[in-house]
């Protein structure tokens, strides 16, 4: 019997972001649940689609596209484990 990938945590996405962008403010939620039935999805009910909503200074004087990258970027070891699908909102710091 094969042991399945570990899946992506909202701690361990969390942890990984504040380590790497510094965030202000993060939220880091699991919207696995929601879909149940669609590509990508798992068995499980989590850990395949993930909301964040980060606010970093490292943000600043970049535009959309290069914000993203971030994200994304401190985000591939997780992509590389199972994460399916990443909503990013950036949040503006005021």
Same mark, same amino acid.
């Given at each position: ?17 504040? #380590? ?7 939220? /880091?939620?699991?919207? @696995?649940?929601?879909? $149940? *039935?669609?590509?990508?999805?798992? #068995? ?7 909301? /964040?909503?980060?606010? @970093?200074?490292?943000? $600043? *004087? ?33």
């Amino acid at each position: 019997m094969n042991a399945s990938p570990l899946l992506p945590t909202v701690a361990a996405i969390e942890a990984q972001l504040r #380590a790497d962008l510094q965030p202000s403010e993060l939220h /880091v939620i699991d919207e @696995s649940a929601d879909h $149940a *039935g669609h590509t990508g999805a798992n #068995a499980e009910g989590y850990g395949t689609h993930f909301r /964040v909503r980060i606010a @970093s200074g490292l943000f $600043a *004087g970049k535009n959309r596209v290069t914000r993203h990258r971030l994200v994304y970027d401190s985000m591939q070891n997780f992509i590389d484990q199972g994460l399916h699908a990443l909503a990013i909102e950036i949040i503006d710091e005021t």
